[in-house]
């Protein structure tokens, strides 16, 4: 049993390694934005968090830091017995609140350089030379008086200095911005962390603005989390919803805002998953909530450059004997047959459609979606986008032959049906021994 386990474990490992890679290939050189409180710190959360951050940093993404320290400067306040006041979430940040946002930030930045400077041997930090870059590259305005309140050094970023970032990204370090920003005259002002994030990603063109939080993602109404949202339907779902939870009504805005102004993709994650980043980055069904400017999944027609993708989707349920086996040769020889089904430009699912124009007749085949994605309708689509492509074909009908998936071919309008109903060239082929079940659906 030790040895089964084992061999699972393994197995499990190379095909969760293998789906990796079309990600790794993807985010090499580019920018991610990681954003998150200064509870990650203070509680503990970061170790885990700079290994992850290593293991970016190994793949080549370029990684910027944007650290809160809302639990540190409270402290601060509490020890010196001073008080805080707040005006719609933002602190008001008078002189003395202004000297314990600088020494709970500066105690911050240092312990998470400190953290990402670990080599430990036999530790996933060992022979990591990570080299971190932080200094004045937010430059700031106040934010002025709001509901009669002077909110005196809270303010806003006015300016990221992304070509100061952009050389210290080139030199393959990782820069770390804290909440805190200066202005041309010499002011210091206390920022908030999603307002530097968001700067930030905009500025240098991210490919990713991360969030880490205490909600695990964007939630419907049934409590259910929701793992994808074009920028149109975040922003509606701002605009309408009131009650949002906290951490939800202060990032989802930022996340609009970054992928309305060029961040290709905005991501709400938990912090209290350990490994959630490389989760959410590196699997196909992810662990929080994705944002995008357009949908994620798409239909369209295949290319010879999808081969390798159908394969990967075709080949489980070839060897489990659901679908007939076809060669890598004869899939590059049919290849316009096929449409395809991606998910953030992955391929989750597969169709064929093999036209008889003599007999108005088309064959649907190789209907195939991956496991993760099932369950979800998914099917139907492919199903679906067949159907009317088989219409502009000026087909009548739609038949498949299978052996194992009757149930869901009759649920989605096939009847059963005899051999001699094929195509006379379909039934010259007809495997006798495999013994194929036919179903038709008039189109």
Partial sequence: MAIQNAKFKTQHFVNWFRAAAPYIHAFGGRTFVIAFGGEVVSEGEFVELAHDVNLLNALDVRVILVHGARPQIEAELQERGASTQYVDGLRVTDADALACVKEAAGSVRVEIEALLSMGLPNSPMAGADIRVASGNFVTAKPLGVRNGVDLQHTGAVRKIDAIAIQRR?????????????????????????????????????????????????????????????????????????????????FFLPCAVRACQSGVTRAHLISR???????????????????????PVESMRQASVEDVGGILSLIEPLEEQGVLVRRSRELLEMEIECFSIL??????IGCAALYPFA???????????????????GRGALLLNYVEEAA??????????????TAHWFVEHGFAEAGVDTLPKQKQALYNYQRKSKVFIKKL
Avoid: W
């Fill in 391 to 404: 219409r502009k074909k000026k087909l009548k009908r739609l038949f498949v032959l299978t052996t194992q």
């Fill in 342 to 347: 991606e998910h953030d430009g992955i391929a």
């Fill in 169 to 249: 990204l080139d030199q393959n370090e990782i820069v770390l911005l804290s909440p805190i920003g200066y202005s041309p005259t010499g002011e210091v002002f206390n920022l908030t962390v999603e307002d530097v994030a968001t700067h930030a990603a905009i500025a240098l063109k991210a490919e990713k603005l991360i969030f880490l939080m205490d909600a695990p993602g964007v939630t419907d109404a049934k409590g259910k989390l929701v793992k994808d949202l074009t920028t149109q339907q975040a922003a509606k779902l701002v605009k309408a919803s009131r009650d949002l939870p906290s951490d939800i009504a």
């Fill in 358 to 376: 003599q007999d108005k007749a088309g064959e649907l085949a190789c209907v195939a979606v991956h496991p993760d994605y099932r369950d979800a």
């Fill in 272 to 294: 209290h998953v350990d490994g959630a980043i490389l989760q959410e980055l590196f699997t196909m069904s992810g662990i929080g909530t994705m944002i995008s400017p357009a």
